[in-house]
Structure formats: C-alpha cells, structure tokens
C-alpha cells in the first residue's frame, strides 16, 4: 500500500469514527465504547479496511485533540463535539 492510500485509510477512518460519535449522539467528554464503534465501523467501511488504520486513525484525532483514548474505548473532547456541531471534517 503506498502513502498516500494509507493517509487516505487513515483519513476516511478517523472520518468514521466522527461519525459513530455523531450517530450514537456521543456528548462531550462522553466515552463511545469499542462495543458501539467496532460493529458501527464494520458495517460502514468498505472491506473493513478501518481494521488497517484504526490504531492510526485513533491518533489522528488525539492529535486534533478530536478524541481521546479510554479503555473502554474513545472520549469524544469538547473540540471534537464542536467540530461535530460544526460539521467539520476529521
């Protein structure tokens, strides 16, 4: 897989995941479990490439401070519900 394939699977994952907060209605500093996210991934990506890029995509939005690690899954931050409201990209 070249670079840019791979920006664009990380991309168009972590777009996913600000999806899934936006259908799960996640609220700010909320957690959205992997037992939401994963089934939500597997049925919205294509070939479920995500599993290739999540670790990657998870990053991508801690360092757009979208979206922070929890055990249980992913923290949706006040900057991410913004972004939501604001229908900006990830």
Same mark, same amino acid.
């Given at each position: 897989m070249d670079l840019s394939s791979t920006t664009n699977l990380v991309q168009s994952t972590a777009q996913l995941i600000m999806e899934a907060f936006r259908h799960f209605n996640t609220p700010a500093n909320e957690v !959205? +479990? @992997?037992d939401q996210l994963l089934p939500f991934l597997d049925e919205r990506s294509e070939h479920q490439h995500y599993k290739d890029a999540l670790v990657e995509a998870e990053y991508? !939005? +801690?360092?757009?401070? @979208?979206? #922070? %690690?929890? %055990? +249980?899954? !992913?923290? !949706? #931050?006040?900057?991410g519900y913004k972004a939501l409201q604001e229908g900006k990209e990830a």
């Open positions: !959205l +479990s @992997y991508h !939005l +801690s360092k757009e401070a @979208y979206a #922070t %690690p929890d %055990p +249980s899954g !992913l923290r !949706l #931050t006040e900057v």
